[in-house]
């Protein structure tokens, strides 16, 4: 069992930054944050590997998001830079997650409660 805390949501206006810190109870290996917006299903983000080496990002947020990761603390980290309003959402960190040879198919065993990020225009 894993339990994974979110933490660092929050507003901001367009071209923004947030940065969203996912607390770790017990060992995790891969790990992946996901979103979801009001009337829409839960959507990938972005997944790092264990030893942080290989990274994952959905086409949408990939060269204004990084995920990075803090073994020691059992923390991962999303970097959110150029926020968009289209990036307001519910962020869920999951872990382990799966099937990262395909994206749209990455699954996640644990998940945290969410938080909340809003982009304003």
């Known amino acids: 069992q894993v339990q994974l805390v979110e933490s660092g949501g929050g507003s901001v206006q367009a071209g923004g930054s947030l940065r969203l810190s996912c607390v770790a109870s017990?060992?995790?290996?891969?790990m992946g944050w996901f979103r979801q917006a009001p009337g829409k299903e839960r959507e990938f983000v972005a997944a790092?590997?264990?030893?942080?080496?290989?990274?994952y990002y959905a086409d949408a947020v990939k060269g204004r998001f990084i995920i990075s990761r803090d073994n020691a603390k059992n923390t991962v980290y999303l970097q959110m830079n150029s926020l968009k309003p289209e990036d307001t959402a519910v962020y869920y960190c999951?872990?382990?997650?799966?099937?990262?040879?395909?994206?749209?198919?990455?699954?996640?065993?644990?998940w945290g409660q969410g938080t909340q990020v809003t982009v304003s225009s």
């Open positions: 999951a872990g382990p997650v799966r099937n990262l040879e395909r994206l749209s198919d990455v699954r996640g065993d644990f």
């Open positions: 017990g060992r995790t290996f891969s």
């Open positions: 790092i590997s264990w030893s942080g080496s290989t990274t």
